[in-house]
């Protein structure tokens, strides 16, 4: 046990001064007393500690020892420093993460660019910025080009698949250009130099000049199928002449007809005036499938390729009748409606070309009676009639959608 220096009395470890004399103890360990809340215990405070003052002692060593033991036996319990992070201070110091902001289009009225409005300071920041790497390069909406005209909404692309506004514009073209250009090879080839056959071809230049000029929907497909229908009836004028299938005229209106109601029905799946046009078709080239015989002909054949060659093209034409039925089915399909319609129009081409061969070569001791401008005029038909097949269903289709704008008209207008 340590001793004091001065009066040579025992004191404890932790005592600061001596408890006889009062003088400070060398070496002394002393406990600081913990303040409490309330000053009675006779503990010093908080404040006392701090400012390095202590209770007055009574100048014995038992008041000392029990100032010691009161420290020792009794210590106050402190709160435990608060160690946490303030949850809201950090989030204060984090990088505030705020949402790329929306950019305001400016679109041109013609619809063939768009501009992007952008904030002065915000486009001197993105210079100022250093280009990133490919893999850290920022590839956010604002930086994505965005294609002209207004957006595409689901509703949109829904609509024009039922109702578009200018469906098969380009394939007339491009299959008119094509026809008109090997119909007119075959012309020259076969005509020569005689006044049908510049007429021949005359109207197959006009046919092919409408479908290469700037022109609206509606009038490119009414103006082809005038210039079609007259390019059929001149070889239908041909033919009969001929004797070549008397019956071809009305072979050649239910194929413009049924042709063109069958696309316009592949266009326009909902459209009550598909089925309608449609069922005309059907029973106007049923009407000539039993008139020209079609039934018998495969009766009546004979070896020759004369015979048999047309007469399997007529048995083709009645099951294409029986198959443009499908275009009744229910409006979420197109029942193959277009592949008919080009079936059809091909099969009209090669029907007519069957019967003009065998009339250029006809069996073993028939002379041959067709001639080559009669031979370029059919030709010429040929492509009038494709040609005014395709247009007829344009024509329906710029038909329908002003009966379908006087009926919104009206609508819009009633109370």
């Known amino acids: 046990m340590p001793k004091c220096n001065s009066c040579n009395g025992s004191v404890l470890r932790t005592d600061a001064f001596c408890g006889t004399c009062g003088e400070p103890v060398p070496g002394g360990k002393p406990v600081v007393p913990i303040a409490r809340e309330s000053k009675l215990s006779g503990v010093q405070t908080a404040h006392d500690r701090m400012s390095g003052t202590f209770l007055p002692s009574s100048g014995t060593g038992t008041s000392a020892r029990a100032m010691a033991a009161v420290a020792l036996s009794d210590p106050e ?34 619809g063939t660019a768009s501009e992007r409005k952008e904030d002065p300071a915000a486009a001197d920041q993105e210079r100022q910025e250093p280009r990133a790497s490919a893999p850290d390069r920022d590839t956010s909406l604002p930086h994505v080009p965005i294609p002209p005209g207004p957006p595409i909404l689901a509703s949109d692309l829904l609509r ?25 090879t075959g012309v020259l080839l076969a005509g020569g130099l005689h006044r049908l056959t510049l007429v021949a071809l005359a109207l197959l230049i006009a046919t092919v000049t409408l ?8 009038g490119r497909a009414i103006a082809l199928f005038l210039v079609g229908s007259i390019a059929t009836g001149v070889g239908l004028w041909q033919q009969t002449l001929q004797g070549v299938a008397p019956e071809g005229i009305i072979l050649a209106g239910a194929t413009i007809l049924l042709s ?18 449609v069922t005309l078709g059907v029973l106007a080239l049923g009407a000539w ?7 018998e002909s495969l009766v009546t054949l004979e070896g020759d390729w004369q015979s048999w060659g047309p007469a399997s093209t007529h048995m083709t034409f009645g099951l294409l009748a029986l198959l443009s ?29 069957l019967l003009v061969a065998s009339e250029v070569w006809p069996v073993p001791g028939v002379e041959v009676t067709i001639q080559g401008p009669t031979i370029a005029a059919i030709l ?23 009966s379908s704008n006087r009926v919104k008209e009206r ?3 009633a109370p």
Do not use: C
């Open 77 to 110: 319990l402190t709160e435990p420093p608060d160690t946490g992070l303030n949850r809201t201070a950090i989030r204060e110091r984090e990088p505030r993460s705020e949402p790329a902001p929306v950019l305001p289009l400016r679109r041109k009225k013609n």
């Open 160 to 184: 024009e698949q039922m109702r578009p506004s200018t469906p098969g514009e380009k394939a007339l073209r491009r299959a008119t250009v094509v026809l008109t250009v090997a119909g007119a």
């Open 211 to 218: 479908a290469l000029t700037p022109m609206s929907y509606g």
């Open 260 to 277: 063109g109601s069958l696309l316009f029905r592949a266009y326009y799946r909902g459209a009550r005036l598909a089925r309608v046009v």
């Open 289 to 295: 499938f039993f008139l020209s015989g079609g039934h």
């Open 325 to 353: 039925l499908m275009a009744f089915m229910d409006s979420s399909t197109r029942g193959g409606s277009h592949v008919w319609a080009v079936a059809l129009l091909v099969l009209y081409g090669v029907h007519l070309g």
């Open 380 to 402: 010429a038909g040929v492509v009038g009639t494709i040609v005014a097949g395709m247009a007829l269903a344009q024509v329906l289709v710029v038909a329908y959608q002003a």
């Open 411 to 413: 609508v819009s207008v």
